[in-house]
């Protein structure tokens, strides 16, 4: 019998002694936050039923759990939200929200039904002429619909004041705009921290030249004071000292928009912060040489206000960051990675050594620089001089982007493990 009982302890413990050192699947647990955060119960990561900060306390149990510490970094701004009825309809036919029309983030709501005037180019050429045509009492209470692209390019490009600078203007002399775009638009939240005085209505070419009259019922809510909160979490490196790395993604997302629509983001951008906490799990057993922030941004969707406060506001002085990286929908299937470089020489090595880790391990297919833009969280970095690289990869899942369709079905993790190995790589190398 006691030879049995030893044989017994014997076996159970080599058990749990080979489970101790099965290695962590780190594609797994990705793939678990992924599942996580996208869940509509978190209602597309904003503040509609308490959505981001259920979020943010998912990444800071999570952090707990790993074995690390965490800080809130809080903050707040205003903003517009559309929670109620998003209704638009031409000549009778019912528009489909996010397939046939979206509505800027800016706009007032709205329920009446009015006459199109279609505007035609001529209008656009001249700024002068466009408002004097279009404030001439004529248009009060009727939509004006006009050619965007053309409106863009000659009224200054796409920059955050392109439609408040101009379209201001418009107050009290329009119904309301119907922006005709060269394809179907997307929604943002980008500019919903001021609203115009009007609906303004996103349409793609589909949109009939000779539409006579639309019915439009829309219902907003300005909000004042929201609080938006970073997550910082500080990973000590062996070499001590004051320098340290930031790895960032943005946890906020859309949101609802219009009643019923959840906007999950599994891939914009569940899918860069479930990558920094596998990233995490990974430095709790492996020391990194130099220290690692990890920051969870919120306020990325209207227009980067985390990263601003931020940059204003640091947590570890800015002088002292060795690089940036910033992952944002690193959850496609691409063969490419996209990147943004921004800080200078500094930035500019960095990006070296990317591809000269990339080209020995052959984790992607290039790495394929792009102009440097306000697109994502490393803008406010890069302008103040710190070194930094923005990453994305676009394959398949990109036509989901900032739609309802945008959840963990239409996520993928295939490029992970590259994705994982290639961050892992320049943050021992550099």
Request: glycine share 10%; hydrophobic share 35%.
């Amino acid at each position: 019998m006691r030879h049995f009982t030893n044989l017994f302890i014997f076996f159970t413990l080599m058990s749990l002694s080979f489970a101790c050192t099965q290695p962590t699947d780190y594609k797994q647990l990705y793939e678990g936050h992924v599942k996580e955060l996208s869940d509509p119960k978190y209602y597309g990561r904003t503040d509609y039923n308490g959505g981001i900060t259920a979020a943010a306390d998912y990444i800071r149990n999570t952090i707990e759990e790993i074995g690390f510490e965490w800080t809130n970094l809080p903050f707040t701004y205003n903003k517009n939200t559309m929670r109620g009825k998003v209704e638009f309809s031409v000549d009778g036919k019912e528009y489909i929200f996010t397939e046939d029309f979206i509505v800027k983030e800016f706009s007032t709501g709205k329920h009446a039904t009015m006459d199109i005037y279609h505007l035609d180019d001529e209008y656009l050429m001249d700024k002068e002429k466009f408002y004097s045509h279009l404030c001439s009492g004529e248009f009060k209470e009727k939509f004006v619909a006009f050619n965007f692209p053309l409106f863009s390019d000659k009224f200054g490009g796409e920059g955050i004041e392109l439609y408040k600078d101009n379209l201001t203007q418009l107050s009290g002399h329009v119904g309301g705009l119907i922006l005709k775009y060269a394809s179907n638009p997307v929604n943002f939240i980008s500019r919903a921290v001021y609203t115009l005085p009007f609906p303004v209505i996103g349409v793609g070419p589909e949109f009939p030249s000779d539409a006579k009259q639309a019915t439009v019922n829309l219902e907003n809510e300005w909000i004042e004071n929201y609080n938006g909160v970073n997550v910082a979490s500080f990973v000590e490196g062996k070499n001590g000292g004051d320098e340290h790395f930031i790895v960032l993604a943005h946890y906020d997302h859309l949101g609802v928009i219009g009643e019923g629509n959840i906007f999950t983001g599994a891939n914009d951008n569940a899918s860069g912060v479930g990558a920094l906490l596998a990233m995490m799990q990974y430095y709790k057993t492996h020391q990194p040489e130099t220290s690692i922030l990890f920051l969870f941004l919120d306020g990325e969707e209207a227009n980067l206000l985390g990263a601003k406060d931020y940059v204003q506001n640091p947590y570890k002085p800015l002088k002292d960051v060795k690089f940036v990286i910033n992952l944002d929908m690193v959850g496609d299937n691409g063969k490419n990675i996209i990147c943004e470089v921004g800080g200078g020489e500094q930035g500019n090595a960095g990006y070296e050594l990317f591809k000269k880790i990339n080209g020995e391990k052959g984790y992607f297919t290039s790495v394929d620089q792009q102009p440097f833009t306000d697109n994502s969280d490393h803008y406010y970095f890069g302008i103040n001089g710190v070194p930094c690289m923005y990453f994305t990869i676009e394959g398949d899942m990109y036509q989901y982007y900032h739609t309802p369709r945008d959840t963990y079905e239409h996520f993928s993790s295939e490029k992970f493990n590259d994705l994982f190995g290639l961050m892992l790589d320049f943050l021992k190398e550099f």
